[in-house]
């Protein structure tokens, strides 16, 4: 069973950016494909990007291209999305998820609690 | 605006059934496996179909999923007022040059 558990709750100001993180136990991060999703207070739910086994890459959503970073340390089985140049439309919870293991990476299995970031002035 | 067009709401009362359909694009549905996701109010997603109609362990048989050309529909059955909740389809699309995960805009259902 493979279980996720993010950082704490920020509060960042406009313009600053952010680090989530995401530890991953029961699989290595090695055997998964990890991708973050956000949603906006009272909003769906927003892929912002993950890994594409298939060519061994990180893809990102087009509207984040350029601000948003994931990477993840294998020795530690930890994924981390980082978020730039922060605006108040990027308050949300931010969850990282993943399929199961070597799976079809075809939906996702597991999920994050989800890290509310606030950004405010 | 979501690539995944749902219904914002739907409702029916306690024992009853409903569906709740994702209309989409070759792009998107047509080509690739749907996934179901309901979240409970201040909790994260959980998967409650994938492949279109298959059930994690643990996911009861009230719940089944179907899909048709560009289309999917989860239904329930048996409606408990546990059943409150947000609904999101999602599926890989292909339609900007690369590969999306793109989710529906949501469907809230209310069990009066």
């Known amino acids: 069973q493979v279980q996720l558990v993010q950082s704490g709750a920020e509060v960042k100001k406009p313009g600053a950016s952010v680090k989530v993180s995401c530890k991953v136990s029961?699989?290595?991060?090695?055997?998964?494909?990890m991708h973050w999703v956000r949603q906006a207070p009272g909003k769906g739910l927003e892929w912002m990007g993950g890994?594409?086994?298939?060519?061994?890459?990180?893809i990102y959503a087009q509207k984040f291209q350029g601000r948003v970073t994931m990477t993840e340390d294998t020795s530690t089985d930890t994924a981390y999305m980082e978020l730039s140049s922060l605006r108040s439309e990027d308050t949300a919870v931010y969850y990282c998820?993943?399929?199961?293991?070597?799976?079809?990476?075809?939906?996702?299995?597991?999920w994050g609690q989800g890290t509310l970031v606030t950004v405010s002035s | 605006q979501s690539v995944l067009t749902q219904p914002p709401s739907v409702s029916a009362a306690p024992g009853q059934k409903v569906t709740i359909s994702c209309s989409g694009s070759s792009s998107n549905i047509g080509n690739n496996y749907v996934s179901w996701y309901q979240q409970l109010p201040g909790t994260a997603p959980k998967l409650l179909i994938y492949?279109?109609?298959k059930r994690p362990s643990g996911i009861p048989d009230r719940f089944s999923g179907s899909k048709s050309g560009t289309s999917a529909t989860l239904g329930i059955t048996g409606l408990q007022t546990g059943d409150e909740a947000d609904y999101y389809c999602?599926?890989?699309?292909?339609?900007?040059?690369?590969?999306?995960?793109?989710f529906g805009g949501g469907t809230k259902l209310t069990v009066l």
């Open positions: 998820a993943t399929g199961e293991p070597y799976g079809s990476g075809s939906n996702f299995d597991y």
């Open positions: 890994f594409d086994p298939e060519d061994g890459e990180t």
């Open positions: 029961g699989y290595t991060l090695t055997e998964l494909s």
């Open positions: 999602g599926t890989w699309d292909s339609s900007l040059s690369a590969f999306n995960w793109v």
């Open positions: 492949e279109n109609n």
